[in-house]
């Protein structure tokens, strides 16, 4: 069993920067996926962000460009910077971890971001 504790989130102006971290419990680094996802009011839950353990990142196009995943694996984190905010970017953020080719995954319990205009 994996937990996974997010950080960093809070309240920022429009064109402001943030940056979380998730934290894992244990060792990741058998983990060959990992990614930010986020879910705004009245919205569905949609991956943000994710990084593989060969270090391919992709990102939602809303957020290319301003956005940053990246992943220590000596500190068992991984990491989303995030620039430029836009208010539309206000929502909770999960970090998941998951083995892609056994289906086991973890969830963090989600951070809330606010952009305000």
């Known amino acids: 069993q994996v937990q996974l504790v997010e950080s960093g989130g809070g309240l920022v102006q429009a064109g402001g920067s943030l940056n979380l971290s998730c934290a894992a419990s244990?060792?990741?680094?058998?983990?060959?996926?990992m990614g930010w996802h986020r879910q705004a009011p009245g919205k569905q839950r949609e991956l943000v962000a994710a990084?593989?353990?060969?270090?391919?990142?992709n990102y939602a196009d809303s957020v290319k460009g301003r956005f940053s995943i990246s992943r220590d694996n000596a500190k068992n984190t991984v990491y989303l910077q995030m620039n430029s905010l836009k208010p539309e970017d206000t929502a909770v953020y999960y970090c998941?971890?998951?083995?892609?080719?056994?289906?086991?995954?973890?969830w963090g319990r989600g951070i809330q971001v606010t952009v305000s205009s």
């Open positions: 998941n971890i998951a083995k892609t080719y056994s289906g086991e995954a973890y």
């Open positions: 244990g060792s990741f680094f058998s983990f060959n996926f």
């Open positions: 990084i593989t353990s060969g270090g391919r990142r």
